[in-house]
């Protein structure tokens, strides 16, 4: 600090201020001085800090992951990455953990605490009557609901809007004339899962369109399972949507093996984009629901959390794009 005030004539108080984000400098010195902060090499030191201030520097995140199921990987890993990015910029570290039950969840969250290795958490995949809200709010450790609009209140939430979603799929389907939309979708419990269940039901109401959705454990071998039975139905659907790009896969290669054409017997839409999805034949209709933009904005939320200033509950809820492609854009319309 001495040499960055010697160098741009200011006190070292000063400098404290602009590099640590306290109040009582201007904007124009806090880019200067950062800039020779820069130049001269320099980064906090986080023991230091976390001495100082009596905070952990850090955020944590505890998966509740069947070792079995490789479902949705791709998601939690750009996930963590904006997470972890988003962190990063306020030199705050990830405190990653993978447990096997929710009730385990809780346990690593109290022992956390209680050990201050965090200063907040981060909840992914709420379910029905989840225990994890009420638990983090009985021990005081701030969270950040990685939740749809089902989400308890006391805690800052970030989200996508999957009834939207749902809204612009059925939309697009029933441009291209479909009257018999299959789902195939992830458990009951969760409450994502049930959301996007439910609008589809809403919507195809609303549009005249026959919807099923077929409930899975988003393993690639349910989701075989629930592909076949949609198109063993009496009246199988001419569209399928899939909860992501492993189920996707899967369904592609059930419709294959039933003698069936992507699109012209039965449309695609993934809920997930990706590389499968790119690089498909024919590519695969997404939804563009970017899981590092996710995890940047779960990252602010949990640094503004932080922030007394900042107030205690923000709300953010982003609004996907659906990529339509070959596998859902059939030019000749149904009409059976």
């Known amino acids: 600090m001495r040499d960055i005030a010697a160098r741009l004539g200011v006190s070292e108080a000063a400098v404290s201020f602009a590099l640590n984000g306290k109040p009582g400098v201007s904007d124009d010195l806090r880019v200067r001085v950062r800039r020779v902060a820069d130049e001269l090499n320099w980064r906090p030191h986080a023991a230091a800090r976390a001495l100082a201030d009596s ?38 570290a990830l405190v990653l953990q993978i447990v096997p039950t929710v009730a385990e969840e809780v346990e690593v969250y109290r022992r956390w605490w ?26 005081g450790c701030p969270a950040v609901l990685v939740a749809g609009p089902y989400a308890p ?54 549009a005249g369109i026959r919807t099923t959705t077929a409930r899975t454990d988003y393993s690639e071998r349910a989701a075989l399972r629930a592909t076949e039975a949609l198109l063993r139905r009496k009246d199988p659907p001419t569209a399928i949507v899939f909860d992501n790009e492993i189920l996707t896969l899967a369904g592609l290669a059930a419709i294959s093996a039933a003698g069936l054409r992507v699109p012209e017997d039965v449309a695609v839409i993934s809920w997930e984009d990706g590389a499968i999805c790119r690089l ?57």
């Open 153 to 206: 209140t006391g805690h800052s939430t970030v989200s996508v809007d999957d009834a939207a979603a749902m809204r612009k799929i059925v939309g697009h389907l029933a441009e291209q004339g479909h009257r018999r939309i299959g789902h195939v979708g992830g458990p009951a419990e969760l409450d994502h899962a049930e959301l996007r269940r439910s609008s589809l039901a809403r919507e195809g109401k609303r």
């Open 55 to 92: 905070t952990a520097r850090a955020v944590g995140l505890a998966l509740c992951r069947d070792d079995n199921s490789t479902s949705g990987e791709g998601f939690f890993i750009q996930f963590m990455a904006g997470l972890s990015s988003g962190l990063e910029s306020e030199s705050m």
């Open 280 to 336: 498909a034949t024919p590519p695969i209709t997404a939804l563009d629901r970017s899981a590092q933009l996710l995890g940047r904005h779960t990252a602010t939320a949990a640094l503004r959390l932080l922030d007394r200033s900042a107030g205690v509950e923000s709300e953010v809820e982003l609004q996907p794009e659906l990529l339509i492609r070959a596998s859902s854009n059939f030019a000749k319309r149904l009409t059976n």
């Open 114 to 139: 209680t050990e201050r290795r965090v200063d907040a958490v981060v909840v992914l995949n709420l379910i029905k009557d989840d225990p994890r809200p009420a638990a983090l709010a009985a021990i």
